[in-house]
């Protein structure tokens, strides 16, 4: 497996339980901008458990594909229930509290992101886990949104708007991180 893509190797834990092992950077590093190159967005996918190699490797690239698409795009909702209770029966010197806080959140990302390459993988030499590393280059994705026949004015508009907030938001939290 190749051990490059995103700076060199590392000797840590990546899961628990188990021995250190030299991994990676960009693999506990994670989705996100990182820097020293020009506009471009990184997505970490990681599977196991799935015993046909060419599934496993598959289903990690699928997943670092849906990290990307969770930085550009994600929908959350939330749902906060909260009841609190005193109950006093006949001598107001006893009383009984109850109180019960519940929280539910739902995450949801959608889209079609063009230009997503899988640039890296690695597996866990114990575990198995399987690593892929997605790469969206910014300039060559908004291209390819020009290019789009399918897009009318309006909506390659809105897309690179987006995306290019996106960008920007992600170098403000690493600058912020970088700081550190």
Not at 46 to 72: V, Y
């Amino acid at each position: 497996m190749l051990a490059c893509g995103g700076g060199g190797t590392k000797e840590g834990v990546v899961h628990n339980n188990t021995p250190a092992v030299e991994y990676p950077e960009w693999v506990a590093r994670g989705s996100g901008a990182f820097g020293g190159e020009k506009k471009v967005i990184y997505a970490v996918g990681a599977k196991s458990g799935i015993k046909n190699p060419a599934l496993l490797r598959s289903a990690a690239g699928n997943q670092a594909r849906a990290e990307m698409q969770k930085i550009f795009e994600t929908y959350t909702a939330s749902l906060m229930k909260d009841y609190a209770a005193s109950t006093t029966a006949g001598d107001f010197s006893a009383s009984s509290e109850e109180q019960h806080v519940e929280q539910a959140v739902k995450t949801f990302a959608a889209g079609t992101l063009n230009g997503v390459e899988i640039v890296d993988q690695w597996i866990h030499p114990t575990d198995g886990t399987f690593y892929a590393l997605a790469r969206l280059d910014v300039e060559r994705f908004m291209d390819l949104v020009d290019q789009s026949k399918e897009l009318n004015a309006k909506v390659k508009e809105r897309v690179k708007r987006a995306a290019e907030k996106s960008f920007a938001e992600l170098e403000r939290e690493e600058a912020k991180h970088a700081g550190e």
